[in-house]
Structure formats: C-alpha cells, structure tokens
C-alpha cells in the first residue's frame, strides 16, 4: 500500500478569527431557544404511552374481580429467559368459581430477568398476563425484584373482558344441568 | 421392533409401499412400522379391539380373483393384479394383514373421514386445555393438529358434564372431556379383573361411570389413567401438581416386588412427579400397580437420612469409613446384604465380605403375590445375589409365611385398597442364622446394607450386644442404634441394575440427584453418598461408580462377562438361570412369568 502524504491547507483568516463559527453556532441555539421543547421534566412529568406499550407483564382480573390465570404454565414455557415461575394449584370445589377448577397458587416474574418480550401475553390462553404501561422499576434488593403474585395483582388490576368465557361456562353448566 | 422373519409372513401394501409382516397383525401396528401413522383411540395394543372411535378409518383393498375359477385379474394398464377397493372407508383397528391385503390411509375420503370424527368428537368437548392435565400428551390435541379441520363449525350450546367425579381414591373423572373409546372398561375388566366401569346414558349423554356401590379402587387403577386418550381420567395425586412438558423422563424400575416392572420417572428439577410405566412386552406389557407410583414419595420423606453419624454426631465419609473398619478389625463380623441393592452393589457387597472375612446374609421379603405385576418376592433383586455370588441359596423364610403362600390362590389385584399398596405387607425374615450368631458371642459387629435388622427379626437385645455400621436411605431402628451411620440414595438417585424374577436384567438411572444435606454444613459431611462410593470405601477397592463396578463385574462374574453397563438394552437381558434352577423361590404366577415347576 502507498503511503499518499498530503499537505495541510492553511486556515483563512476568518476561520483564524474563530467569528462565522461562533456565530453559526449561536444561531443554532438561538433556534431552539424558541422551538417546542422535546425533553419532559421526567419524573413529574410522564410521557403518554402508545398503544401497545409493552411494560412490566402484570396479571389481571376480569370485571367480577375473578382471578383469571388458571395457572397453564404456557407462559412459564415460552418466556425466553425463563423469568416465570408458576406453582400450580386447585380452587377448592366450595369456591364461587370451583368450576375453573385450576388458579396458581404462587405466580413469580422476576423482573431483572425479564426482557419485556411479551410473549408471556402472547401466549395466554386466558387473556390473564399482560404487559401493561409500568416501565420505572427499581429496588433495593434482588428479592424486591422477584414480582409475587400479590404484587402482579397489584400492578394489574383489572381489564375488560369481551368473552367472559368462564362465566358463560358457568351459565351452560345450569342451562344443561336443569334440561337433562 | 420388527418381528425376525418367520414362515407366517404375508406382504401388505399401505399407501404404495410393500411390508412383510406376520400374518394377523393390526394393521395400525403394520402401518406403524413403515412410518404411516393412523391416528386412534380406542385402538390399545395390549387390549381387545372394540372399534368405537372410527378415528384409524381406512380405505381398503384385496386382490381381485375372478369368482369363478379363483384366478387372479390382471389390470391391463399396470400389468399387476388388480386391487378391488371397498368403496366406503373401514377400521383399520379391526383390521388384520391377509395376503395382499392393500390400505390406503392418504385419499382425500380418509382426510375427510377423519376431520368428521374429530369434529364429532369436539362438538361437546370443552376446549379446556389450559386447566386440562393432559395437555402436551393428549391424544385429542395431537389428532386435532394433525387430522382436525382447524376450525369450528358448531354453535349450538355444548352439552356440560360433571368435572370432578371422583372414581376411586386415585383417579378422578371429568365427563365432558371423555371420548367414550372404552379403553378404561376394558383395561379393568380385562387385565385388572375388577369389571366396575361402563357407560350409561344415551348419545352426547352417554357417561362413562362406576357400577353403583362399587369404587375404581383396585391397585391397578392408575393404568386407567395412562391409556385414557384424553384428559377424561386424571390422577388425584399428579393433578394440577405440574405441566407434563416440563418434566424430564427416567427410566427406571419399580423395585416393590422380583417384576422388575418397568418404569419411567418424571421429574423437574430434582423433584419426582410422577411416575408411570414403560412399555416391555417380556415383563409388564404397558402396565404398573399404583402402589409403585407413590415409591418416589420416600425420596422427600420427613425420615430421610442426610448426615453422616459416628456414635451419633455429625461426621465425614473418610472418619465414618475408618471408624467401621476399626470396628470391623476384631473380626466376628457379618454383613447384611440386600434384595433391594444394585447388583453393583452387591457385588461390591460381597467384596467387602470377602476383604473382612465376614459371613453373608440376605433379608427375605415376601408377602403375597397378586398374579399380575407384584409377586411374592418383594425384593427386587434377590437374583442380582444369586448372580454376583452374594449369597448361594435362597434366604429362609419363615414357615408360617410359607403355609400362607401356597394357599393363596385368590387375585389380590382386584381387591379392593384405599391406599396404594397398604393390603400386603411383606413379611421380613432370614436373619435366624446371625441371630443364633450374636447371641453366641460370634458376631460383634454387623454391617447392614439399608436392611433394618430389628424389623427382619434381631431383638432389642441382639442389637445391643453388636456394633452396628447402617449404610442406608431412612431412619430405622437400626439406624437409630447404628454406630456408623452413612446415609445413601435411592433408587431414583443412581444408576444400577436389577435382576428379576425372569432373571431378566434390567437398567434403572439416575433421575435427581440425591439429599444434599444442610447448605450450613461442609461438604465432606453433608448429604447422602452413592451406596457404591461408600462399599468401594469399605472394601478398599477403587472402582466407585457403576462403569468401573462392571469392568469388575465382567471379568469376575461369568455370567455378566460380555456385558457392560453401555450395552444392556433398555428392556433388559436374559440372564442364563439354569446354575439356579433348584432354588426355592417365592414367586408364584404373575403376568408373563410361570414358576419352575418344582
Ligand atoms: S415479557 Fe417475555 S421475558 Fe418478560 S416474563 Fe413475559 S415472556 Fe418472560
Ligand atoms: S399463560 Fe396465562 S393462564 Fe397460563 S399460567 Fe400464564 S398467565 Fe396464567
Ligand atoms: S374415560 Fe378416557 S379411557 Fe375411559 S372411555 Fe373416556 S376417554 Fe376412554
Ligand atoms: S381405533 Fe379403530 S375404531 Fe377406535
């Protein structure tokens, strides 16, 4: 490879005299000076979130305050870095909504493992995981990190429902029961 | 498998290709061997066929002959015989290879036949699978994603059925997800014969239920549960505990009774499931008795031994060693061997008899036999002794016991347990020699092999006078009187081999690895150690797992001495039983085994 040495121009006097450079970059600034801000007084301020954000996953009730989750382990099985973890577990055949028959009994994200995919929610058969519009999440310890299933409630809350599918269940199992 | 030719052999053709198979093979079966799969349901290879689910329908053939002078017609364009096709589709359960016969499971009738059977079969089907138990191996799932129509047609309201019938005190019943295929009818009158399971009602009515009074309670019950395609029959103690898809399989080997069934554990994480059994045409066909399903209960129980004890206080393998060889150094020792050791393990048992100069002995374990999968020998591998040269009789067993067995021709298989197992303890003895022994002053210190001495017969008395070395998995008796106490694993925490009443010998492995032990302590003392790791110890011999115990085995024991670990098949070995035939052994009949006449 040649070795092409070139010869540094010298500067003309008004780049010597640093002026039309000052100048271009105040009027850049000046520019700005009165534009529209772009920044946001976070955290007072709060951005409004798209639709479709993809936050921290949470669990849900539907509008009877019904635990949805029925405890099917698919989101445990998809979630790439194996953030969930899912104790299984039954509802007493007294409860109001025995015939669900299933609802976990412990319900674990850790969320330093989380990616925020949401292929948690993707998967739900039960429409009962979703990544909702909490992004800020911070902690002191690894343990306050590990969302429980009181505080994937907690987050959740409560979203409508277009199928109410379980109740609908319920209603046939009455319809059927008094025609047979 | 393919069977190994014989005369019998009749060329069937499916979808174009030619296959040779024994005459009157299913032709589900047949199909299976070249790789055509004809989904079922009712259809179970070690049951009858009753042929309800139409789902393996098929288009048949025959070659045509001319009626009259029976010579075969010849198609012009093929120049091959011709095929007479049967218009309308036929089972392919109920049908067996004839010659020639030809079965076309690929046309677009069969396509069709098989998505209106699954859209039959889901019309009242609740779509439940996320609270289902058999999701990830249901039958219907599988057929649904590969026969089904993908979408739904019905929009009628489905018929609801009860969800939670209890049939028994290990199977639980969910009607509306039940196919009707018959397969749990037929599996209790047939191989449990215990008839309490029929259908009632009519149509998308029709109820599979137990016969009023009666229960599904007998020690095969659980099987029902395996073969029940569907989500429809759930087992009380699996249900909802875990998704099958996450559970790693093991195979292994029920070690209740000399059947030698075998067995696949299912375990995540280092915590057992369930387990349930494996196919093995020679011992156990497809099934198993409930009370093995519950064996891996005693890997987590509250008595488990986890720390090694010298003279009662927490030691480390090296001093627990050391210190049974100082006990042992006196002479007058006597090793307790066990049926329900390896036959590694007994091996190095014996070496470790061998190296101290000590008398041998082996527990007997004998209860009733229930003439299908558990026999009266209720230890798994009393033949794994006879084979390693642990012991060379049978271990006596009690007279009384003995009167007792031979008049017992009832089936205890269709007799009712409400707990798995809990109708026939096994009666412990063999011990009388050793007993004779300690109280004459000859033995001073017995080294038992997980065999708890005082339930086989040692009084409080005899184990006062003995110093004890207890190598085993739960707190006894003995170990509580133990002098050395070294806690091992069990059966689902190592590899070995049984051998069974067959003289089959059969592989078990690892499926989780053994009690750790409190995190607090050291290492060198905690948890339990591989019974193998601890005789090598004892016998001072440098061969502690299993591969380097049979480069030992194989060129000491004759019997053994082309095998290795590797090569034995995951259905087992005969082993040649003829050195043993004189023996008096406990089994009586079971499935697949008739006793030496003797
Ligand atoms: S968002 Fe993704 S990474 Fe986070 S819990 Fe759900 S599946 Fe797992
Ligand atoms: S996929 Fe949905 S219903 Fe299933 S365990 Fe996860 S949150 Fe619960
Ligand atoms: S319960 Fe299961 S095995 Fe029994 S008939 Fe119904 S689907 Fe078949
Ligand atoms: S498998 Fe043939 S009809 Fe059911």
Redesign the pocket.
């Known amino acids: 490879m040649a070795i092409v040495p070139l010869e540094r121009k010298p500067l003309t006097l008004a780049e010597r005299s640093y002026l039309p450079g000052i100048v271009g970059g105040l009027k850049t600034t000046l520019k700005h000076l009165f534009q529209p801000n772009v920044t946001m007084e976070y955290p007072e301020q709060r951005p409004a979130l798209p639709p479709g954000y993809r936050g921290a996953p949470t669990l849900v009730k539907d509008p009877h305050g019904r635990e949805k989750c029925v405890s099917c382990q698919l989101c445990e099985f998809v979630c790439p870095p194996k953030a969930i973890r899912i104790t299984p577990g039954e509802i007493p055949a007294d409860a109001p909504t025995a015939h669900v028959e299933k609802a976990p009994k412990e319900f674990e994200i850790d969320m330093l493992r989380c990616i925020y995919c949401g292929l948690c929610q993707e998967v739900c058969p039960e429409e009962a995981i979703w990544l909702q519009n909490q992004f800020s999440l911070t902690g002191y310890t690894r343990e306050e990190m590990v969302h429980n299933k009181q505080r994937l409630y907690e987050l959740g809350g409560t979203l409508p429902d277009p199928h109410l599918k379980w109740d609908k269940k319920l209603a046939a199992e009455v319809a059927g029961g008094a025609s047979h | 498998m393919i069977a190994p030719p014989k005369p019998d052999l009749v060329t069937v053709n499916i979808d174009g290709k030619d296959i040779a198979v024994p005459k009157g093979t299913n032709v ?1 079966e047949a199909a299976r061997l070249i790789g055509v799969d ?6 179970h290879p070690k049951l009858t ?9 098929i288009e048949m053939g025959n070659p045509a002959v001319d009626p009259a002078t029976k010579a075969p017609i010849m198609d012009p364009a093929t120049g091959k015989q011709k095929i007479n096709w049967i218009p309308r589709p036929q ?4 049908t067996n290879a004839s010659p020639g016969l030809h079965i076309r499971t690929n046309t677009p009738q069969i396509k069709d036949c098989r998505e209106g059977v699954m859209e039959f079969l889901l019309v009242n089907h609740p779509l439940d699978c996320p609270i289902c138990d058999q999701a990830g191996e249901c039958k219907l799932q599988e057929q649904a994603t590969g026969y089904g129509r993908g979408y739904s047609r019905f929009i009628e309201q489905k018929n609801v059925k009860p969800k939670r019938t209890q049939l028994g005190p290990r199977v639980m019943l969910d009607d509306e997800r039940c196919v009707l ?1 018959s397969r749990c009818i037929r599996f209790s009158k047939e191989i449990a014969k215990d008839d309490v399971l029929g259908f009632i009602d009519r149509g998308s009515y029709s109820t599979l239920t137990c016969y009023p009074g009666k229960k599904l309670e007998n020690n095969y019950s659980l099987n029902t549960v395996d073969i029940c395609p569907v989500g429809a029959l759930t087992s009380t103690d699996f249900r909802f505990k875990m998704r099958v898809w996450f559970l790693k399989q093991t195979n292994s080997i029920d070690t209740e009774s000399s059947v030698g069934a075998n067995t696949v554990v299912w375990s995540r994480e280092g915590q057992i499931y369930r387990i349930t059994p494996r196919r093995n045409d020679d011992v156990n066909d497809t099934w198993m008795a409930d009370s093995g399903r519950e064996l891996y209960k005693q890997v987590r129980s509250a008595d488990r031994l986890t720390t090694i004890k010298v003279n009662g206080a927490d030691s480390a393998l090296d001093i627990a060693i050391n210190t049974a060889l100082q006990l042992a150094k006196d002479g007058g020792v006597a090793v307790v061997g066990s049926g329900r050791s390896s036959v590694e393990e007994q091996f190095l048992t014996k070496k470790l008899a061998d190296a101290l100069k000590a008398s041998t002995h082996l527990v007997s374990r004998v209860g009733q036999g229930d003439k299908l999968l558990i026999s009266a020998d209720r230890n798994p591998n009393v033949r794994g002794a006879l084979v390693v040269g642990l012991i060379s009789t049978m271990p006596e067993v009690g007279p009384a016991l003995r009167a007792g067995l031979s008049s017992s021709v009832h089936s205890l298989a269709s007799q009712p347990s409400t707990q798995a197992g809990s109708e026939s303890r096994p009666h412990l003895s063999g011990l009388t020699d050793l007993a004779a022994a300690i109280d004459a002053g000859q033995v001073k210190t017995v080294i038992s092999i997980g065999e708890d001495l005082a339930a086989a017969g040692l009084t409080a008395a005899q184990l006062g006078k003995i110093s004890i070395v207890y190598l085993g998995t739960h707190a006894n008796a003995t170990s509580a009187a133990a002098k050395v106490v070294i806690p091992t694993l069990s059966v689902f925490e190592k590899n070995g081999t049984f051998v069974n009443q067959q003289f089959r010998i059969q592989k078990f492995a690892k499926a989780v690895p053994g009690p750790a032990g409190l995190p607090a302590e050291a290492s060198a003392k905690a948890g339990a150690t591989d019974d193998l790791i601890v005789l090598a110890g004892l016998a001072n011999i440098a061969a502690s797992d299993v591969a380097a115990v049979w480069k030992l085995l194989a060129a000491e024991v004759p019997a053994l001495g082309t095998m290795s670990y590797a090569n034995i098949p995951e259905t087992g070995l005969l082993l040649d039983a003829t050195p043993f035939a004189a023996l008096p052994f406990a089994e009586g009949e079971t499935l697949h085994f008739k006793p030496a006449k003797s």
């Open positions: 589900i004809v989904p079922h349901y009712c259809y066929i009753s042929g309800n689910c139409r789902m393996c329908l089972i392919g359960c109920a295929c």
